[in-house]
């Protein structure tokens, strides 16, 4: 944990990857119950990103040494989780109280300053504004065995209220995180060596694999909570952003995973409601579907702000100057309009937008 404690001072002074390099076999065996298990696995997370990344896109690292590599993937094989840093880590499971109160911190940071830390725990409150949603879910489904309208009723005003929540912790990240920063610094921290052009043919754990594996950086497509609310609601994405969804649940914790496939195996909320043909039922229906197109909405804007305005930015001053060393300092060219996960942003974010909206049942 001293390595991981103190990334931010190792990258800064270029003294990481030597730290790494200076390593001994760490062993698993020590690691007692799924709250050390878990620890440890951000904490290698945090550690590898740090290494790769130390000196920027164009000089990372393509070889993950077997001291780091070898106890990473037995950690991640045991947890159920991929070797590499994943939503689980950087905001699941990396907060911490201050004090007494409901202030909180993260327990592991990369580079990036308060804007990271910012990152991270406004991630977490737009979490925890959806457990009343979540909730909701197993509340509604139940009742929807039951045909007790009055409880999906709630249930859905619930979800809706929850949602909604969300979209209000979400719009705290223009107070705590800056654009510039984000995109310079953080957007490489997080990023992964799949669908990364700076990694062709990906990354090589030492000692584990005789070829180099490709893996996701960490996405908010990796996050059980709107997945959980897609499939209860019933919407369906088109084929290229459900496969990019599907995907990321591999880097969900398996509970997680299982929890959304339990509701998609569940009964159809939506097609009660058609069928039922209560007004009451549609209406609080529609309410969730119309909050979580503003959410997705909103994200979209966020995206523009953090992303798709400073590419912009970067390439007109690529332009200006006629010369790439000034960029490339500024931002990974490979990374440009792509998400930490490797998506193409936009045109999935606009596109998950327009399907939520086309669920929308109409009145008869």
Known sequence: MDIASNLTHLIAHQQLRREVNN???LSTHFLIGHKELRLA?????????GYVWQDGEHNSMKVLPKSLAVPYCEV????????????ADCVLANWKKKDGNRNLDTILALPGGDSLKGFFLVTLEVELAAVQGIKAVSIATEAVLQHDDDSIKNA???MAESIRKMNQSLKMM???VDPATFYGIIRLFLSGWKDNPAFPEGLLYEGVWDKPRQFSGGSAAQSSTLQSFDEFLGIR?????AEFLHRMRDYMPPSHKAFIQAIASGPSVREYIVFSCNPVLR?????CIAALVDLRNYHITVVARYIT??????????????????????????????GTGGSGIMSFLKSVRDTTKKVTIDEV
């Open 283 to 287: 209406e609080s229906y529609n309410d």
């Open 237 to 241: 994405h088109n084929e290229e952003s």
């Open 174 to 176: 223009d107070e705590h």
């Open 23 to 25: 390593m001994q076999l």
């Open 76 to 87: 991640s094989k045991i947890v159920g989780l991929p070797p590499i840093l994943v939503h």
């Open 41 to 49: 696995h951000m904490a290698l997370s945090f550690i590898t990103m």
């Open 309 to 338: 305005i400073n590419v912009a930015k970067a390439k007109a001053e690529k332009n200006k100057q006629n010369s790439t060393v000034c960029i490339l300092q500024k931002a990974p060219s490979a990374l440009e309009e792509r």
């Open 156 to 158: 859905l005003q619930d």
